[in-house]
C-alpha cells in the first residue's frame, strides 16, 4: 500500500547514513560550530537551486513556513550540534546507533501529536530497533566521557525523530512544497549555527583544514540535501507513523559505511543489533 514511500524512505536513510558517516572525517579538520554553518549553507543553496530548477519555490502561507523554520532549528542546530559532540566521545558507529532510536521517537511524536494511529507494524518495528541499539551500546561505554557520549546521541535521536515527523509533516499537509521546505529547514539550521557562534566560539577554537571541506560537502549535499528531499517526498506519500520506523534502516547503512570507509570493527553483538534494525525495516515494509 506505501511501497513508494517506504522505499523513498529508505533511499533516505542510505543518504542519511552518508553524511552522518562522513561527519567524524569532517571535523577531524573543521571545528563543529564550521561544519554546522558550512553544512546548511551548501543544503540551502543545494535546495534553492533544485527548486527553482523544478519551480517548486512557493509559500503558500506563514504557519508552513514557520514549521519548517522550527523542524531546521530542532534537527539540524540542536540535533546536529549533540550529534557532532557525541562523536567526540564516542565511536561513530555507537554514536549513530543510539542516534538512529529516532523511529521510535518519531512514531510517538506523529501518534501523540499528530493523532495518527498506531500501526502495530510500526510501534513493533520501532521497537526492533532499539532492541538493537541496545545490543550496540551495552558495555560499550567507557568512563564518564563514553557515558556522556551516549547520552548525547540519546538526545540527538530524540530531536531528530520529533523534527522528523511533526514539524515537517505539519507543512507539507498545510501545503509547503518539499523543495521549499528543505530550503527554509536549512537556512533555520545554518542561521541556528551562526547565532550560536557568539556563545560558543571561545570553546570552540576556530578549525579549517581545506581537506576537511570535501568531507562537509559530501555530508551536506550528498547526506542531508538528497537525504532530506527524499525523506520529504516520503512524507507526502504515506503517514509519518509508517514511514518513520523505515529510517532506522540508517543504522545498518551507518555501520556498513564505518566498516568500509573508516575501517571500524564492530563485535558480534554489533552485528545482532544489526539484524534487529533490518528486522525493523522488513516488518514495516510487509506490515503496513
Known sequence: MYGEAIALALAASAAWGIGMTAATPSIRYVDRLTYLVVRWGLVAAFAAIYALSTRHFAVPALEP????????LVDAT?????????LERTSTYQATTLSNTAPLWGVFGAVLLLGEPLRWSAAAAAGLVIMGSFFLVRRSADGRRGISGLVL??????LWGVAETVP????????L???????LFACAGCGGALALLPFLRRRTPVRVEAKGFLYVALSGVVGAGVGWLL???SLERAPASVVAPVRGAT????????VVFLRERPSLRALVGIAFAAGAVLLVSFGS
Open 65 to 72: 513556513a514557520l514549521w519548517a523554520l522550527v523542524a531546521g
Open 78 to 86: 540542536a540535533g546536529g550540534f549533540f550529534y557532532l559532540l557525541a
Open 153 to 158: 546521541a540519546l538526545l540527538t535521536g530524540i
Open 168 to 175: 515537517a509533516k505539519l507543512a507539507l499537509e498545510q501545503g
Open 177 to 183: 512544497p518539499p523543495e521549499t521546505l528543505l530550503f
Open 231 to 233: 525523506w520529504l517526498f
Open 251 to 258: 543504522l545498518v547503512f551507518c555501520l556498513i559505511y564505518s
